[in-house]
């Protein structure tokens, strides 16, 4: 499972199920209906992350991804995840490596793969679509995340194994596996009281939106004070591409034929070393002092 222990499919828990030394994970996960098959057969034909892309190095294919596909993959994802999950927690096994840990590593793939797209994505090139689905997403990312780690089930498997990993004989890798476990669970308050869980969802909640508040108001504010530049002579000692740029972003920001100098953040700003223009670069370090 990946650090913020994020879905896989239906099918990939069935066949980690079937070559795990623990037939018992499949029978605890529910049967799908006709209706629920039928409706993620056409959800993966229609949206692309649903599936791995067929592209070098699976390289998303952006061509074809459109941002109101997110959230219905992201939701696909979450439910595979709970499944995965209750099916390793609820199994009537002794916990071993495998069938707990090994298990939970290979977990995640599609919601794992959704979300290197879709925050890589908001990230390098957001707009308020992408924006508005981010700030829904977050409280329902800190709920998946709390539903995982609060789980009493699955942390007394994963501290079963814990207190006998150095009597498993295994290799040194796997030992530090179950020990990375074992703190992310018991830090995330899985030795908590249901009190003390139910606090820690709510502060986990407020802390996953205004994390992502924060984040949409620096960007805001950093493409306010970006500086605006009129005369490509002003520019002197850049280099032609960086020109190009900064007439491509003016013209992205509704400033046709000018040159928007983005700035990056508030202890240094890269391209004052190349500017000859003094009042140039003063007027980048002031745009980035104001209050």
Partial sequence: MRNSFIATSVAAALALSACSDDTAVTKNTAPQSETEVTTMVELAQSNPLMSVSTLQYEAPNFAEIKDSQFLPAFEEGIKQQITEVMAIA??????????????????????????????????????????????????????????????????????????????????????????????????????????????????????????????????????????????????????????????????EAGHEGKYLLGLTNTTRQPILSQLTNRELRKKNMASVSKP
């Fill in 90 to 251: 609820n199994n009537p096994a002794p916990a071993t490596f495998e069938n707990t840990f090994v298990a939970l590593e290979k977990s995640g793939e599609l919601l794992t793969r959704v979300s290197r797209i879709f925050y890589n994505l908001v990230g390098s090139n957001s707009n308020p679509q992408r924006r508005e689905i981010q700030s829904e997403l977050a409280p329902k990312m800190a709920a998946h995340s709390d539903n995982i780690n609060l789980n009493p089930q699955l942390f007394a498997r994963i501290k079963s194994v814990y207190n006998q990993r150095n009597e498993l004989k295994l290799d040194a890798e796997s030992v530090r596996l179950i020990e990375v476990y074992y703190e992310r669970f018991v830090r995330a308050g899985a030795q908590l009281t249901d009190e003390q869980k139910t606090a820690i969802r709510a502060l986990n909640e407020e802390h996953s939106t205004l994390t992502n508040q924060f984040a949409q108001n620096l960007l805001a504010e950093t493409k306010n004070i970006a500086v605006v530049v009129d005369n490509k002579a002003e520019l002197d000692g850049l280099s032609a591409s960086q020109i190009t740029a900064a007439a491509l972003a003016a013209t």
